[in-house]
């Protein structure tokens, strides 16, 4: 249990699909992000919220939209992917001002056909 | 362009050897940094975070970090085969609003033989 759950664990969907990754933190920080991890490259930062406002968008694609609705929930809105989009999706959050150590979740397993 | 770089490995290490992984990071502006472990199929979790030159001890592990050289290094005592994994080494800045960005690098690859 890391305090950063996210749902689905495993999703399989097509290229023409729309579908939402899901993002939950119960340790009452400000700060929540989507990473990317691919085989064979380090983690891609996509996006970073700080007190519900996005603060980074790394050059995400738009068929990526992310949205928090609160600090303490966090979706990625998935629409018309490709097959490289596959990949695992983290989700982590930071506090504020307590520290600068992020806690990732579990992530979930993405596989686009 | 922030970047971290990290020897993919495998490192391979006998059980109760010392393994060593070693991180070099291009931002200077970079004031914390962290290693991570991941297991296969999991996510990353965070074993130490270093932000002082110098040693920082917890259990087997020992984080160094030398900010002249950009340099930061993770020692392993007396090796396990429950610490294979991925090591990821990351370098931490304050990106404004709050928030902090993670760079990290790709990971090595640590094998403890039994």
């Known amino acids: 249990e890391t305090g950063v759950t996210q749902t689905p664990r495993h999703l399989v969907m097509g290229m023409t699909n729309k579908k939402s990754l899901k993002c939950e933190q119960h340790l009452g920080h400000n700060a929540m992000y989507w990473y990317k991890q691919s085989a064979k490259k380090p983690l891609e930062l996509m996006f970073v919220?700080?007190?519900?406002?996005?603060?980074e968008n790394n050059s995400v694609p738009s068929r990526f939209s992310p949205e928090c609705p609160n600090s303490s929930h966090l979706f990625l809105h998935l629409h018309t992917l490709q097959p490289e989009d596959s990949a695992l999706y983290l989700c982590?959050?930071?506090?504020?001002?307590?520290?600068?150590?992020?806690?990732f979740g579990e992530g979930s397993w993405l596989t686009v056909v | 362009q922030k970047e971290v770089e990290q020897n993919s490995g495998p490192l391979s290490v006998p059980e109760g050897a010392i393994a060593s992984l070693n991180c070099t990071y291009s931002d200077r502006g970079s004031q914390s940094f962290f290693w991570y472990r991941q297991y296969s199929g999991k996510s990353p979790e965070l074993i130490m975070f270093i932000y002082s030159n110098g040693d920082k001890e917890d259990g087997r592990f020992t984080a160094q970090l030398n900010k002249a050289s950009q340099y930061v290094s993770l020692l392993i005592r007396d090796s396990q085969p429950s610490d294979s994994a991925t090591y990821l080494c990351a370098a931490n800045a304050y990106s404004g609003a709050g928030s902090y960005q993670l760079t990290f690098g790709k990971g090595t690859k640590l094998s403890v033989i039994p």
């Open positions: 982590a959050s930071s506090p504020r001002t307590a520290g600068n150590t992020i806690y």
């Open positions: 919220y700080s007190l519900e406002e996005r603060v």
